[in-house]
């Protein structure tokens, strides 16, 4: 089974890009043109949701790389939001697009090999799924175990982009931050699930709002892809994601969810989240090169 990290590089590689952009398709901020007169049902809600994705991954398809799926923006729809979440990953796929669920599941050691199994078995179209940490290693083995087998991946929640992350994670415990004391854990867990790449399947949540933070977070896992939340709609820009890559320009998975898929709420909604899309890769190149870290 290829290795999740060495399969990401490629595909950053090949469309010399690394971003991933989010589908948080909240049903309210779709265009008129998919809404329309529709009851809003669970069933209309998923369905134009899917007609939406489909569209917006048609578009954004040759540009990037990757595609995160917020699951609540779908388990709020019941059954029907659940089967669309599937049913867009398996899309997403069918593109050659490398799928994250932005799950953020754990619990004790039997629970999250059941949760580990439901995302990351060999024949789901999820590639990898965001995991957190706070029950300890007993609650991420599991999750490991499958990355290793199966040739998924998994990203930990180090420093979250949520302005209230510091209310625990800056906490300080024997003379560091919460946050830097998960950064090791992190970085042992991943030790034996590093490709030819040199990156582990096992990377970290750290936000792009925190980009002092960043630089000590890239010290502490050299190893580790981080997936960068908090670009765009939440104030991150090019040059604050920098410290987030190393020295190779590699490391890195810069998100944006809202400011892609809703950069315009009329029809031509498919073409403008492609320009954005675009414009993201240029800024974030473009902020790469000045650093003289781009790789491509």
């Given amino acids: 089974m290829e290795h999740f ?38 069933e209309a809600c998923s369905e134009a949701i899917m007609k939406f994705n489909k569209s917006v991954i048609d578009s954004i398809k040759d540009t990037v790389p990757a595609v995160k799926l ?25 593109k050659g697009l490398v799928t994250v669920a932005d799950v953020k599941r754990n619990d004790i050691g039997n629970t999250s090999k059941a949760y580990s199994r439901a995302y990351l078995g060999k024949d789901s179209p999820i590639d990898c799924i965001t ?8 609650g991420i083995r599991p999750f490991i175990d499958d990355v290793d087998a199966n040739g998924k991946g998994i990203f930990i929640l180090v420093k979250t982009s949520n302005p209230s992350s510091s209310e625990i994670q800056d906490l300080t415990c024997d003379g560091e931050k919460v946050y830097e ?5 992190v970085n042992g867990w991943g030790q034996g699930s590093t490709g030819t790449s040199g990156y582990s399947s096992v990377g970290a949540v750290v936000g792009a709002t925190y980009p002092e933070e960043a630089k000590r977070l890239r010290e502490i896992m050299p190893r580790s892809i981080f997936l960068v939340p908090g670009y765009g709609a939440q104030g991150g820009g090019a040059a604050d994601v ?27 909604f498919s073409e403008a989240a492609g320009q954005a899309a675009m414009k993201m890769k240029s800024d974030v190149t473009k902020a790469l090169k000045e650093k003289g870290i781009c790789p491509w």
């Fill in 181 to 185: 004391k998960v950064a090791g854990l």
């Fill in 5 to 42: 990290a060495d399969r990401l590089i490629e595909a950053v590689n090949r469309k010399q890009n690394p971003s991933i952009v989010g589908l948080d398709s909240d049903f309210s901020k779709l265009p008129d043109s998919l809404k329309g007169s529709i009851v809003e049902s669970p």
């Fill in 70 to 94: 917020q699951s609540a923006f779908y388990e709020i729809y019941g059954p029907s939001g659940v089967k669309t979440f599937w049913k867009t990953a398996e899309y997403a796929k069918s």
């Fill in 131 to 138: 995991v957190n940490p706070y029950l300890g290693s007993d």
């Fill in 242 to 268: 920098m410290s987030c890559f190393n020295k190779d320009g590699h490391g890195a998975l810069i998100h944006s969810g809202r400011g892609i898929i809703f950069a315009s709420g009329g029809n031509d």
